[in-house]
């Protein structure tokens, strides 16, 4: 199969990075620290650096190769700006065929559909060029945003995990969500 890096939708670029791009990618990071906090992992004083993101990107790139992990990065057509991202992990082919999808997006671009639109293109892209049949994304019951980007691609809501992933230190509990192959036909 041949795998593109780059992919298009009305209002924006989807690029898989390679480690040229970790200036682009910190410099992400770093505007949206405080903002990302309440949503992400503790990060490493490290995860601040231009070398990490290097090394992260480089890592990601061989995944994408690999097939087990595709992460698109979200510029904005109108002025090239990087806003966010879009990644597919833990990618298991044979008879699942399945992964599970995260997202992050700019302090400064929410509520504009930035996300909603990445999301809704990716997927085709996942079940389309890759072949998935099934895609998960877990959301905290808090983050009303992402809920409603859930609801408007139509995620079917699947269950709930308490203590389901480590949010800045603390066990949060997750709505799992999941859209299949055959309900985007």
């Known amino acids: 199969m041949f795998k593109q890096t780059r992919y298009n939708s009305d209002r924006l670029y989807l690029r898989i990075l390679k480690p040229v791009y970790a200036s682009d990618v910190l410099d992400y990071y770093k505007r949206n620290r405080s903002f990302l906090t309440q949503w992400d ?17 480089s890592v990601e790139y061989s995944m994408f190769k690999d097939d087990s992990l595709v992460r698109f990065w979200i510029f904005k057509k109108e002025d ?38 990445a999301i809704k293109r990716t997927v085709e892209i996942m079940f389309e060029d890759f072949g998935l049949h099934r895609i998960e994304a ?5 983050n009303a945003r992402s809920l409603r980007v859930m609801e408007k691609l139509g995620f ?22 999941a859209v299949y192959n055959d309900r985007m036909q």
């Open 80 to 117: 090239n700006k990087l806003i966010g991202n879009v990644c597919y992990s833990n990618i298991v082919m044979g008879n699942f065929k399945s992964c599970y999808l995260g997202y992050k997006l700019d302090k400064d671009e929410i509520n504009k559909g930035y996300m909603t639109e």
């Open 41 to 57: 992992p503790m990060q490493s004083k490290e995860f601040y650096t231009l070398s990490y993101h290097k090394r992260k990107l």
């Open 156 to 177: 079917e809501q699947e269950g709930f995990s308490r203590r389901y992933l480590e949010i800045n230190g603390k066990w949060e509990d997750h709505i799992h969500f």
């Open 138 to 142: 877990n959301v905290v019951p808090r």
